[in-house]
Structures are given as C-alpha cells and as structure tokens.
C-alpha cells in the first residue's frame, strides 16, 4: 500500500517510490526515505486530517497525503 | 599564513549555525556575493597552533539536489559557481549525531564534490542521553575522512573538532581530496544505510520527550490552542511590553535633538541635523524595541523546535489560501517589519509560493503604522465601550483583521490568475525538542536586529535627508504650502480629493513615502504642532476641527494598504531582483489603497450625513 494510506501507530517498511515523482522522489530520499526505513504515522494535522507526521526511524518529517502516496509501504 | 576557507554543511536541524556561533562567536559578519540575492555568515577563528580558518555559513540542506532560493545558494557555494568566490578549500559536514541512520548519505553526496571533507557528528551528548552509541573508528575507516563528535553549543564540546582540524589542515591546503563516484542517490542510501547499520552499536526508540510533547501541541484541538495562546501572548508582548522602552527612544531622540540645537548654531546645518538625521532615524529606532521582541520570540521558537510544528498546523489553512505552511515564518515576522518577513520567505521552496508570500507581506499591519492608527483613533474614535470592549481598541484590532483578510484574498486571486500551478510539496523535518542556548540565541538576535538596523537605518537616512530638503526648500517659501513638497503635495491633491483628502494630507503623504510614520510627524509640521510624533495628543485636536469623521476613517483605510515605505520596495526589488514584481507590489496595493479609502469616504459620508 502507499504511505498515505496507512493509520495512525502502524508501523510500516518503505518498499519503494512511485516512477514517474523523479523531483518529488529526489526530495524525499534526501530528507531520508529510503528502501527499508521504518515508519509509522503518529499526528494528523488539525484541517481535514492533514498534514501527515511520520516518524521516520528515529527523526519526525510532515509530509501532505499527495507526497505520501509516492512511497509504498507494507506493514511489518 | 594563507587563510583556509571551510564551509559548514549540514541539514537544517543539525545544529550548524550553534556551531557556526560557538566558532566564530560575535566576529561573524554577512557576506554578500555580487549579482545574487545572498546573505551567507562568514567568521573567522584561530585553531590552538595558530591556523586561521575562514568559516562559512552555508544554508542547510539535506543534499545537492537543489529546488529553494536557499538550497541553490548553498550549492552555489560549494560548487565555487557564485560570481568572484571560489570554492572552499574544504567541507566540515555536520550530521546530527541521533539520526546518522536517516542522514549519512548526505555525507557520500558532499564527497562527490571532490573537495575535503571532515565529519561532524554534532549534538552527541543528547545522542548519548538517548542511548545511542556508535563506532566512530569504523565509521571513520569506513568513509575514509576524519569524523569527530561535538556538542556545539560548549565550548569543550567543539575541542576535539579544533583540533582534528588542526591536524588535517596541512593535508587539506594540499587538496588531498577525494572525489567519490557520482552515483545515483538510490545506491548512495543503500550504501550508507549498510553502513550505519555497521557503525550503530545501539540505537534506541525515538526521543520519548518530544513523544511526549507533541501528544498534546499536535493534537487536532489542543495544538491549535496552544498556537493560538503563543500568538497572543506573542502579540501582546510586542504591543504593551515594548511601550516603555518606545517611549524611552523617542524621549532620548528628541533630548538630543534639543542638546544639538544648543550646541550648533541655527540654520539650515542645524535643521538637517536634527530634523533631517535625529528625527528620521529616531522614527525607526522606536521600533527596535518591537522588533527585539518579536525575534526573541521567533528564535525562541525556532531553536525549541516549535516553529516547524506550527507551520505544519497552519499548512492546510495557508494551502487553502493559496500559500503552504512554510509562508507562516515570512508573514509573522512582517507584523513587526515586511522587510525581515520578505527575506525570511527565502526558505519557501517553490518561486511561486516565495513570491506570492512576498507580495502579500506587506499587508500585514507592521509596526510602522502604529503611530498612524493610534493618532487617528485617539483623535476621532470615541473611547467609549461596547460590550466589554474599548471601541478604540476594537477599531485598531479590525485593522489589522482587513490585513489579515486582505491578503488571503490577494493571495487567493494571485494563485489563480498569475501564479497559477498545483500546490508545491511539502517535505518537513519536525526536530525534536531542544533547551535554547543563550549564548546562541543572543548571537543570533544580534545578527538579526543590526541587520535591520543596518538596512532600514542607511535607506530611512538618506531618505530622511532628500526629505528634509524637499520641505525646507526654496528658502523664500514662507510655509510648508510653497516648499517642494507643498508643491508636489498641491499636484497630488487633486488625485486624493475625490478619496476625501485635503492638501494637507496630501502634502504629508509626499514626506510618507519614505516610512509610513513619518506622516505623522509630517502631519505635525503641517498644522504647526511642536514635536510631531511625540506629541500626538497635541495634534488630535486640530484634526478634529480640520477633518471630517469620514476623511479620518478613509485615511485609516489607505494606511491599511498603501506601500509606503522605501525600505520594504527595496527589499523586495533585491530579493525577486525583478522590477516587474516590484512595480507589481506597488502598483497593486497603491490601487487597493485608493479604492479602499475612495469606498471607505463615500459609503461612511452617505451614513453619517
């Protein structure tokens, strides 16, 4: 499943980026995203339920539901 | 001895500029590079053998692929690309030491610039707090460069890295570099994800503390309650606390404008010195107190870690609106003053979005109208309760919500006709939560308040000059009506009559243009008040009897929009280096301005007659 798609305390593994996001993939691999990463949703933003904040291994990153939808993820 | 040039890199939260500070301490100075709209710090130290180290302070980023005005900067800078500086002699790449899993590829990104490089593993001690431990001499043997751990913000924290530095230094003069493959960023994380795995002999859970926090500041119903309780105490700290020390200022430019007249003889060098130079940039010392406020404020949360969280609270309200999150910073800061609001837009990173952030900054309600909206309320607004509230009070607090409200609406519109485009992403690291250090948080307000001081001072001063001159002369002008700025003052009324604005508003309007409070002093001279500014309970009462109540109220409503004020055109001229956005900003609000007031005049005179 993608990341967007994930509720609040899973804990899931990145499988992989979207083809097609070459910048926005760019991004978040710099920010660190990476294959086999850990993370889990933990805070929803106040508005509509977004921004999404991810705790990736050990540091935190806010991301929009359309940046999440590029990484694909499975539950560990 | 040559000066070795190192530029500092990092991330955004890995502690660079509090090293930067403990570095360099207060001989940091801003460069400026010709034909770009940079500001980078650079500082020099002397290492314990006597090495001098020119240090510089490059804009974090997490790697080279660059998409802010920031980002593009730094990697400018690195690449040696920035017109008339070559690259540095060598990279001190920071890395905070809890997150090496998340961020060590930057590190095999930064070797691919075959420069020197020296790791830092910064903020070790709280790492260790946590439980992290790491295997720094395979880590070293690993990447094959000098790493050393630090706690930046003391000084024994930074020993080891001066001296690790020392014993590099000769190798790096040399340029014993490495160049490391360019590779793709996919393969690079896969190598430094291996790697950490290697090196990191214990990682615990994350930090429990900001766990803890953010429970309740990202709550969907107490984070935006603690939002809104930080932002008013925020505004009232910058409102009532700093009236004292305004207050103070204005008493201390005016005693040394009455000390000068004592001291040089009257005539016309007299008159330049004190109304000229003493009373213009005594009208903008009056607002360092605002300013000092409000940045202790904005860089208390920022080293807190808060500031990141509220701006992503705020991202899909800004988002709506046709900003993101990232806008927030830039528009708080411009309640104090546009111009540090439209440089701190620089972190935005998309051009859209930057410039839509600064060309509605300035309808924030800076402090510079202040003088104006407390002159004209007290004088015609009746300080009589509605409710519980001072109508006054009431008044003033709808100024600021047309600002407010003002620029969402330009804000939407411009995303729709002329900054047309999907919404940018939004990538944003949430530190974990830090004790501000003092140390770094003063070195930080100083850069930030001379900055101001500088820029708002020297354009304030020579407009301030030109000014003075304009209304001093000729000398046969018997009154302000024949001087220069009469003249321009009697051209322009016919333009502000039909808004309701007699020439006397429009002859103050001339001297306005520079600052927005100078009206008031100019005002002043007009209706033959002493003092001006100082004296504002002086000039209610021959404006009561000049100007009608709906004159009052459209004037009022002109300030609310209209651009004047030098300092925040020149800012935004630098930072788009566009004149089109420029004569865009201006031209926009001028005619928002005129429509506001002309609207404001007619409907309040239909009304009140």
Known sequence: MTLDKVEKLQITRVLGFAEGNEDLVARLREIGFAEEDEVELLYRGPLGRKPLCFRLNRTMVALRPDEARVIEVELV | MSVLRLALVGAPNSGKSTLFNGLTGRRAKVANYAGVTVETLTGRFLTPLGHTIELIDV?????????????????????????????????????????????????????????????????????????????????????????????????????????????????????????????????????????????????????????????????????????????????????????????????????????????????????????????????????????????????????????????????????????????????????????????????????????????????????????????????????????????????????????????????????????????????????????????DFFINLWVKVSAFLRRAGTIILATSIALWFLASYPSSAASLRDSYAGQIGALLEKILAPIGFNLEIAIALVPGMAAREVAVGALGTVYAVQGGEDNVAGLAAPLQSAWSLPTALALLAWYVFAPQCFATLATTKRETNSWKWTGFMFGYLMTLAYVAAGLTYHISRYFLN
């Not at chain 2, 700290?237 to 404008?257: C, T």
């Not at chain 2, 860089?299 to 709506?320: H, I, N, P, Q, T």
């Open chain 2, 59 to 439: 804009p974090g980023i997490y790697g080279l692929n660059a998409q802010s005005t920031d980002e593009k900067i730094a990697l400018s800078l690195l690449q040696g690309n920035l017109e008339g500086t070559a690259a540095p002699d060598g990279l001190i790449v920071l890395l905070d030491a809890s997150n090496i899993r998340t961020h060590l590829h930057s590190v095999l990104q930064m070797k691919t610039l075959g420069l020197p490089i020296m790791v830092v593993l910064n903020m070790m001690d709280l790492a260790e707090r946590d439980g992290v431990r790491i295997d720094l001499e395979k880590l070293e043997d690993s990447l094959g460069v000098p790493v050393v751990t630090a706690c930046a913000a003391r000084k024994a924290g930074r020993a080891d890295l001066v001296s690790c530095l020392d014993q590099q230094i000769d190798q790096w003069k040399a340029r014993a570099s490495i160049h490391a493959p360019e590779d793709d960023l996919k393969a690079l994380q896969k190598r430094a994800r291996a790697l950490a795995s290697e090196v990191i002999l214990h990682e615990p859970a994350m930090n429990n503390f900001t766990r803890q926090v953010d429970q309740y500041v990202l709550h969907p119903v107490a984070g935006p309650v603690i939002l809104l309780g930080i932002l008013f105490c925020l505004f009232q700290a910058v409102f009532s606390l700093s009236g004292p020390f305004m207050g103070a200022i204005e008493q201390g430019a005016a005693w040394l404008g009455a000390s000068v007249e004592g001291i040089i003889p009257t005539g016309w060098f007299q008159d330049l010195i004190v109304d000229g130079v003493i009373a213009g940039v005594g009208s903008v010392l009056v607002f360092l107190p605002q300013i000092i406020i409000l940045f202790t404020f904005i860089l208390l949360l920022e080293a807190s870690g808060y500031l990141a969280r509220a701006a992503v609270m705020v991202d899909e309200l800004m988002l709506k609106v046709g900003l993101n999150g990232r806008a927030f910073i830039p528009l708080l800061s411009s309640f104090a003053c546009a111009v540090p609001g439209i440089m701190a837009a620089r972190t935005i990173n998309n051009e859209r979005d930057r410039l839509t952030t600064i060309l509605v900054a300035p309808l924030m309600t800076c402090s510079a109208r202040l003088p104006i909206y407390t002159l004209i309320i007290a004088a015609f607004i009746p300080p009589e309760k509605v409710g519980i509230f001072n109508q006054q009070g009431l008044v003033m607090f709808g100024l600021y919500v047309i600002g407010i409200i003002s620029a969402v609406l330009v804000a939407f519109v411009l995303k729709r006709t002329v900054m047309q485009g999907g919404p940018q992403a939004l990538i944003m690291e949430l530190p974990s939560y830090k004790l501000p250090h003092a140390r």
